[in-house]
């Protein structure tokens, strides 16, 4: 692929939906973890790309609500992985100047998990590159439900709450919408991620399977990204 990027009309914020692990291992006869592990290399990749590419914030979708009903063996390979990635890549956060940030239902991660994520979130606050927003026990659904709890608490006159007040109680509050949403492996659906958030973006789908994914692959969504004309309702 020989194009480039315009980076004149590079997306703010790209949010990824990082499927297809469980099935990229089965073609290879190994088991849904091997694919897992192997998702690892994609991410770092990707997220190097992310950088070299100008992209200011980075969503992945690494855990969603409804993943707790997987096998428990497989819930904790998970948990496993992502305690062991953040405690290994802190470093190349730092050396990369990114911030970590995460959405999502964390309370519900092992504490062994959330003190890990805790501390890199400490360590990396004050970096001003790229944000990289990881969704952890993550669904729209339970973010939207938990914007309007919050909101009956503080506010007793419907007139007050507007589409901005409600986004400060989202919690990607401070954050863009994506303007760019890719999922892998070829599936064309939402899963419960980013309802609210995704109302205009532009949706890519790729065949490829995570593990497969590359800052190549990234690019090549971008530049499909910058062929499109957004018109947001209006002619
Ligand atoms: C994505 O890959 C990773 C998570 C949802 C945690 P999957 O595990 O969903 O892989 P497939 O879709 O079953 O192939
Ligand atoms: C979406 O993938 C969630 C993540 C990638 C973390 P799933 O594999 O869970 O979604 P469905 O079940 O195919 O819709
Ligand atoms: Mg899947």
């Given at each position: 692929m020989?194009?480039?990027?315009?980076?004149k009309?590079?997306?703010?914020?790209?949010?990824i939906?990082?499927?297809g692990n469980g099935?990229w291992?089965?073609?290879?006869?190994?088991?849904r973890?091997f694919?897992?592990?192997?998702?690892?290399k994609?991410?770092k990749?990707?997220?190097?790309?992310?950088?070299?590419y100008g992209?200011?914030f980075?969503?992945?979708?690494?855990?969603s609500?409804?993943?707790?009903?997987r096998?428990k063996?497989?819930?904790d390979?998970l948990?496993?992985?992502?305690?062991s990635?953040?405690?290994?890549?802190t470093?190349?956060?730092l050396k990369?100047?990114i911030?970590l940030?995460?959405?999502?239902?964390?309370?519900?991660?092992?504490?062994?998990c959330?003190?890990?994520?805790?501390?890199?979130i400490?360590?990396?606050?004050?970096?001003?590159?790229?944000t990289?927003i990881l969704?952890?026990s993550?669904?729209g659904?339970?973010e939207?439900?938990?914007?309007?709890?919050?909101?009956?608490e503080?506010?007793?006159?419907e007139?007050?709450?507007?589409?901005?007040?409600f986004?400060?109680y989202?919690?990607?509050?401070?954050?863009?919408d994506p303007?760019?949403l890719?999922?892998t492996?070829g599936?064309?659906?939402i899963?419960?991620?980013?309802l609210?958030?995704?109302?205009?973006s532009?949706?890519?789908f790729t065949?490829k399977?995570?593990?497969d994914?590359?800052?190549?692959d990234?690019k090549?969504?971008?530049i499909?990204y910058?062929?499109r004309?957004?018109r947001?309702g209006?002619?």
């Amino acid at each position: 692929m020989n194009d480039i990027i315009d980076k004149k009309k590079l997306p703010t914020h790209i949010a990824i939906t990082m499927d297809g692990n469980g099935r990229w291992a089965k073609e290879k006869g190994k088991n849904r973890i091997f694919g897992h592990n192997q998702g690892i290399k994609a991410v770092k990749d990707t997220i190097e790309g992310a950088i070299e590419y100008g992209v200011k914030f980075l969503t992945l979708f690494a855990f969603s609500t409804e993943n707790w009903k997987r096998p428990k063996n497989e819930v904790d390979a998970l948990m496993k992985l992502l305690i062991s990635s953040i405690h290994n890549e802190t470093k190349t956060l730092l050396k990369n100047n990114i911030k970590l940030k995460t959405i999502g239902n964390t309370m519900q991660l092992p504490k062994k998990c959330q003190n890990e994520l805790s501390e890199c979130i400490r360590l990396t606050k004050n970096n001003t590159g790229m944000t990289l927003i990881l969704a952890l026990s993550y669904s729209g659904k339970w973010e939207i439900l938990n914007a309007v709890k919050m909101i009956l608490e503080n506010y007793s006159n419907e007139n007050e709450i507007s589409e901005s007040i409600f986004e400060q109680y989202l919690s990607t509050k401070s954050v863009p919408d994506p303007e760019l949403l890719i999922r892998t492996s070829g599936e064309k659906r939402i899963s419960n991620f980013m309802l609210w958030q995704i109302a205009y973006s532009e949706l890519y789908f790729t065949k490829k399977k995570w593990p497969d994914f590359r800052r190549e692959d990234l690019k090549e969504a971008i530049i499909d990204y910058q062929k499109r004309e957004r018109r947001f309702g209006k002619t």
